[in-house]
């Protein structure tokens, strides 16, 4: 068998971590050596990449998105809304996606993300209206030219307005049927252990969007099956309302009845905690996934990461949705988590290191996993290099620091498993102009249908 290709990422401009400030040598799909400053590598190399006007980071990680979301964004009748009205707004819009809207908008979507150097990604699909049973079998499928990890989650809604949800009837599915599915799915794409390139964990929508059953159905399965737990809470004040109203308790309570409150767990947005609830989930380590630009977009409030990490919970980063967002660019969602932070903190507590930090072993601990987010012998070769050319970084002294601070928003290289998908800027494997041109015309056809 033909041994596994050397390359050496040699001598970047600048790097997250000192001990790698002279580079990697990668073999297949492992980092195998770390150079500190002045270090070679340890034998011969079949390849050297010259990294000395690229910073090299760790592949970024995004745990939460909603993919579809791309093909409505800034949707004229839900602009200036908050999330509930918002939602309200989208829901019948949503109802009519197609299997081809499907595909298209995960291509769109992963292809913005590993642009923007970003090498795992997750997505939140909660949408099964009649017709689109198959929505997370076309993402797997569609997924595969860009060559990136993928947790997708199995997500459900059904609790509809005849239930006192929130959703219309037409997009919620019984949850015999949800249940279903999702050990179908689990089965048939979950992979296990170190290099994983597709796994599944389950995600209902919501509080306000299924049922306790359901939620406490689905944490058994997770638990039997070995998979991870996903949903939003304490995104809003609407919500802890309607938690109180309906169930009688605060989301954070209710998560803990239906049997959530685990290191299993990573929560999108948890915003609206106070004291107690913060030292319970950090007992629990309990993920955390902050959203900031969905945050700030929909007005729905600041997460309390830095008191969140004292307690124990891993904190990662998300661009949630492209129709709160509406982009899905993970470094700049890194730049916007740095500055939303220090407005809550100050600036001497939140530096670039930290709001990186977030987007790589933060994102990674969020997921369960720890073969990512870190470059050290033995992790996976998931990689962004970023160079300094655009007029943005003009005069820029501390390379690192410019990539947030003068608003970096494309890595010039991104490799993934010791492959290469993103050089010179460019995707290697997928022609963008033909799927932005078709993305154009499955979003007109998709808003076509309320009018
Ligand atoms: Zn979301």
Known sequence: MQRPQRIWIDSPLATLEPSYANGLVLEGSLIVETLAAGQQPSAPVDQRIDASEHVLLPGLINTHHHFYQTLTRAFP??????????????????????????????????AELLLSGC?????????????????????IEAAAPLGMRLHLTRGSMSLGQEQGGLPPQSTVQNEQQIIDDSLRLIRRYHQRGAGAKVQIALAPCSPFSVSPQLMAETARLAASEDVRLHTHLAETEDETAFCLRLFGMRPLDYLEQQGWLQPRTWLAHGIHFNDEDVRRLGQQQVGICHCPSSNMLLASGQCRTLELEAAGSPVGLGVDGSASNDGSNMIQEVRQALLLQRLRYGAAAVTHQRALHWATQGSAACLGREDIGQLAVGKQADLALFKLDELRFAGAGDPLAALLLCGASRADRVMVAGQWQVWDGQLTQLDLAQLQANQRQLANQLAAKLS
């Not at 918002?86 to 019948?92: M, S, V």
């Not at 109802?95 to 979507?109: C, K, Y």
């Open 77 to 110: 009748a839900a602009l200036n809304k908050e999330l509930f009205p918002w939602l309200q707004t989208l829901y019948p819009l949503w109802a009519g996606l197609e299997p081809a809207m499907i595909h298209s908008s995960t291509q769109v979507a992963l």
């Open 119 to 139: 090498t795992t990604a997750s997505d939140h699909h909660y949408l099964f209206p009649q017709g689109l049973e198959q929505a997370i079998d076309i993402q």
